[in-house]
């Protein structure tokens, strides 16, 4: 698959969106109109620089509000054109976006429309450029891809074709079946964008959320799968108006697209795969190939695959980094956390309860940097890396690089275990690790005694892992769990708290084993410390905290109101409430079960929560989230 | 007029909700029941810490869900509501909002509705609570206020009336006027909250994007109008539930809020004097009172009045501030400005143009602080101050007193002029001054050689002043300039920067004497400086360009690609086109106009820009506004 994305996704100058494209693996571009009209390059250094860039220019765009117009304006309008096509040959381009008309489209006639763009396919036929005619979602007359598609069938010339975008199409939840049926000559080029399910006017949904594929909701795999049946073999190009990236860092937000690009071309081989068509005679091309998945049959576009993985079977240790350990190691003993030894080279330290591993990194966390949003005091403990247990972390590491994630190898010596590991978009490791089945881990036997350590005492495991995400990067972090780790997106939450609404995206395997939180923070909490945490699973909440109080660990201290509103919401019986009150547990019930949980104080930017999911309860208690919200942040207030 | 607001509208704990409230001057509060729960406050603490604020407890709320359910969950709601109104018995309250169902009504029946409230108010009875019931804009089978209503009259029952809430009658775009003929008994509390006007679904709308009266689009005068001539006389709530104001300082916030409702006030009686109903035996009430209006007679609600200013005639002055002022008073040199000498006892310079008045403040500018999100760095000049002329500075700046502006005195000297000042909510501080016909000033005989500085030279006048403003605070700039110094808030504009949109907002007199431009940085400039600008009007811009050029000003360079887009464009007269590509001008023109200008180069986080207004052109550029940004951000990374 030939990628291409559009240059006013990115922020910068064109220079720099260029070079941007160019490092993070881009076959070509489309340029933005008024990246060029502002830029001081020439349209002979674009064309130079692209070629040593080795970028393909693919698309100018977008010349706007051509047809459906007075006799008039349709003079003014192909002298524009013109104008435009002679700016194109010296950029060294051939094709040109023409949107269906918004603004001063005044006449209903598709006949005067057929008419029209023939004259404007005419004058491109005389300067050797190719007109891609798309149906905005907004177009006065034309909003409806088959309605441009049928237009450019009757110009019937070989200068006008069409352009498909997704957002314009799967924004009006019109059918991508009916694409199979064009001509693949007619599809001049395509464009992808997907946009989460917001219900708003499709203008502004278009210009402010439109995210790259896999970021969203629309079915973008079904959309190209029909894309390539029906024989298209161009550029797959992003075009991705989006509030947020336009001010992120250019080369991270390059690095984002290309990778939405390469999961979407995996997914779109899936769907193939998924949806091959019953046997017939009449194939597009001949032969299957060899090493082609049975059922899919062999296209003009050719799709890449990745190493496949499986979602992650489980949580293999959370790291947490601090200059000082102390407040941590009183707080995991507390817990009930085993100290299981120093490992024999490295200043860290294992802690376990049952299957639940905590690494403690002696070394001070590196201060996250500006463009991250989020500060962290440099010796404070702060979450630092996760494990995973996968089928094969070489293949998942494989399939990590070739989604452009950055490697983070840690180091080992000799006779050590190797994690493959790579770095998350908020800067915290991810390390791919052996899974076993009795929940022990090899590399654990490089702690204390070099004996492996057993998944001994209460059955805890990690239940969930909370995280921070800065707000430039929310988005980039669904599409890099989703891609690299096989985790899936769950439907999206928001909790008030004393400082603005915490936005919350669950990150989840199917059978729940791995459960990641990512937190958006208000942006007035950005730049402070946000607080992160990991929560433990255990069988006997009630019992765990009896054991937790007697070992003087420091609960979060939960106001009386609470447990009143608790007993007008639930009626529950007097002396579970008094227990709940006394021990200071927060709880939840729904139709699938209930959920008891408590938290600890917090210590530098982490605090940890044990839960006891009963039944088939799913969630995290987001009712108490606002409690947990408001006494952290009087705590922190006090402290 | 009773003023109240809901402490969901708030950042912070309910302390601090409640003490921000009492130092802005609220009559009294709703309490919005999660920060009640999570908050480690007792209820008689609160019901304290409200008497000892002077703080009334008005409304407590939201009691969800009740009305439409089966026989079962009614029973269930009405011990929910029993623990509620024990709670509130507690707390001193007599009123709660309960909200028409949306997620467990199953029975669509009038009669069925008629007999849950009526149980409701039954035992609302006694314990001597008042239930205010609202319709929802999204009520699943209630949400249409005059359904309310309507069900509140057929219950007839002394403790049940209705809550009015001007989002969910507005948002709907339900008419307003058959509030009047409402039973004033049965309206319980009435919550304004205003809207800018977006395309969304209402829920998220009203979750999200309230704003506080007069900062959105609402017809909230008219609403109050029919509320006050139904003869309700209760407090007048604010509710906002707004992303922004969840994160902001809480007491910034609550002067804003109150602020709101105070400007409400003053249009609420200007609508009713100005829609005074056609003279008719049977008032209201008896006499009108003597201060009346003409044509306003006396209602329950009471409804002051605030010292009334109309719009300013101009621009008196603008001020720069500097440590270093080298720069500032060569470009000033350059742009065709006269020194008109120091000022007697002040370390600050006179410039002039024509009417246009420039003083250079030579002490450093404070650093903003960090709450107002937009950091200069100290030395560096920085739009300090705005002076406008207005008929009478010591009524407007009454005014803005009146509405809790803080006021910046500036100290003087015997004999010196006296300028009544406020500071602006991105901190600028604003004088009011006394304007002249012929456009001078007498404040400029304290400079110099002690004469009053004709204004001389070419025509020229201060057109426009762009401020850039933190995001925290856009908002309430808007009711700020609105209210205080009577500018009118124009459509809303957005355009494109290399590092982001920039969301601009234009304030206007009528007449466009003043024009000022309140911009949204991009979250990510936020913290670096941003550029501000004031522009010049000038006759005949191509001269003055030339004046300039002579004088070796540096202005800000055009790319060539610009100029081939101005021709493709509007195919432009070569001659006309090479003088404006000879001299960096930029151009637009519209049905109304045309529009030339120009920019310097920055300096500090200043530049300024010389404009011609051809015909009756409104605008400014907008179009161009992209050039500008992609140019400063280029001049920015060389230097």
Same mark, same amino acid.
């Given at each position: ?37 502002t ?13 040593d ?40 381009m ?8 918004v ?5 209903? $006639?598709?006949?005067? !429309? %057929? ?7 005419? &004058? /491109?036929?005389?300067? #050797?450029?190719? =007109? ?55 599809i ?7 946009a ?9 949904w $278009?210009?402010?959320? !439109? %995210? ?7 079915? &973008? /795999?079904?959309?190209? #799968?029909?894309? =390539? ?5 161009g ?26 690009l ?20 009449a ?34 240790? /959370? ?16 817990l009930?956390f ?120 209460p ?70 410390t ?63 079960g ?46």
């Amino acid at each position: 698959m030939r990628t291409g994305i559009a240059t006013v996704c990115l922020s910068g100058t064109l220079k720099e969106k260029m070079q941007a494209c160019a490092i993070a693996g881009f076959d070509g571009i489309e340029i933005f109109e008024q990246d060029l009209v502002t830029s001081p390059l020439t349209p002979e250094d674009v064309r130079k620089m692209a070629a040593d860039l080795g970028l393909t220019l693919d698309l100018y765009q977008p010349f706007r509000d051509f047809d459906s117009v007075s006799e008039d304006l349709l003079t003014a309008n192909l002298r524009r054109a013109e104008a435009k096509f002679k700016l194109m040959a010296r950029l060294g381009m051939d094709t040109i976006l023409v949107c269906s008309n918004v603004a001063t489209a005044s006449i209903d $006639s598709d006949d005067l !429309r %057929v008419e029209q763009l023939g004259n404007l396919a005419a &004058l /491109a036929g005389d300067h #050797g450029v190719k =007109v891609a005619y798309e149906a905005l979602a907004w177009g006065k007359y034309v909003n409806d891809y088959e309605h441009a598609h049928k237009l450019v069938e009757a110009v019937d010339h070989p200068n006008l074709g069409t352009c498909l975008d997704s957002f314009h199409i799967l924004s009006r939840s019109w059918d991508t079946a009916p694409i199979e049926a064009f001509n693949p000559e007619k599809i001049f080029f395509v464009q992808v964008a997907d946009a989460p399910e917001l219900s708003m006017d499709v203008l502004s949904w $278009s210009r402010h959320y !439109r %995210v790259f594929p896999g970021e969203g909701q629309f079915e &973008l /795999a079904k959309f190209m #799968g029909h894309v =390539v049946r029906a024989g298209y073999s161009g550029p797959v190009s992003l075009e991705i108006f989006n509030d947020v990236f336009r001010q992120s860092d250019v080369e991270r937000t390059a690095v984002d697209a290309m990778r939405s690009l390469i999961w979407l071309e995996e997914q779109s081989a899936k769907w193939l795969d998924a949806n091959a068509p019953a046997p017939s005679g009449a194939g597009i091309t001949g032969a299957a190939g060899g090493t082609q998945a049975p059922g899919r049959r062999r296209y003009p576009m050719e799709l890449a695959t990745l190493p496949q993985v499986t979602e992650p079977a489980g949580y293999n240790f /959370a790291e947490v980094r601090a200059a000082d350990t102390k407040g941590l190691e009183t707080v995991l003993g507390q817990l009930g956390f085993e100290f299981n030894g120093r490992h024999r080279t490295k200043d860290v330290q294992l802690w376990s309860l049952g299957h639940a591993r905590v690494i403690i990194n002696e070394t001070a966390p590196a201060d996250r940097d500006d463009s991250t949003g989020i500060a962290t005091s440099a010796a404070a403990p702060a979450i630092a890396a996760l494990g995973f247990d996968v089928d094969s972390p070489v293949i998942a590491a494989a399939r990590a690089q070739q989604l452009k994630a950055p490697a983070v190898p840690r180091k080992s010596q000799a006779n050590e275990e190797v994690f493959q590991g790579f770095a998350a978009p908020d800067s915290t490791d991810i390390f791919l690790c052996q899974g076993t089945s009795d929940g022990t881990a090899a590399w654990t036997r490089e702690f204390g005694e070099g004996l492996e350590k057993p998944a001994a005492g209460p059955t805890a495991v990690i239940d969930h892992v909370n995280l921070a995400q800065p707000w430039q990067h929310f988005d980039e972090a669904v599409l890099f769990y989703t891609s690299a780790l096989a985790l899936e997106p769950q439907p999206f939450a928001e909790v008030p708290s004393p400082t603005g609404l915490v936005r919350s995206q669950v990150m989840a395997t199917g059978d729940r084993a791995v459960r990641l939180v990512l937190n958006l923070a208000p942006l007035n909490q950005q730049r402070k410390t946000y607080q992160e945490h990991i929560a433990f699973a255990v069988d006997d909440l009630v019992a765990t905290a009896r054991d937790c109080k007697a070992s003087g660990l420091e609960f979060l201290q939960i106001p009386a109101n609470y447990y009143e509103d608790l007993d007008a919401r639930f009626g529950l019986a007097p002396d579970f409430l008094a227990t709940l009150q006394e021990l200071n547990l927060l709880y939840d019930r729904d139709a699938d079960g209930e959920f008891l949980h408590f938290y600890t104080a917090t210590v530098g930017s982490v605090f940890f929560e044990m839960v006891e999911r009963r039944g088939a309860y799913d969630g995290y208690g987001a009712p108490n989230a606002p409690v947990r919200h408001a006494v952290q942040y009087d705590y922190l207030q006090r402290r």
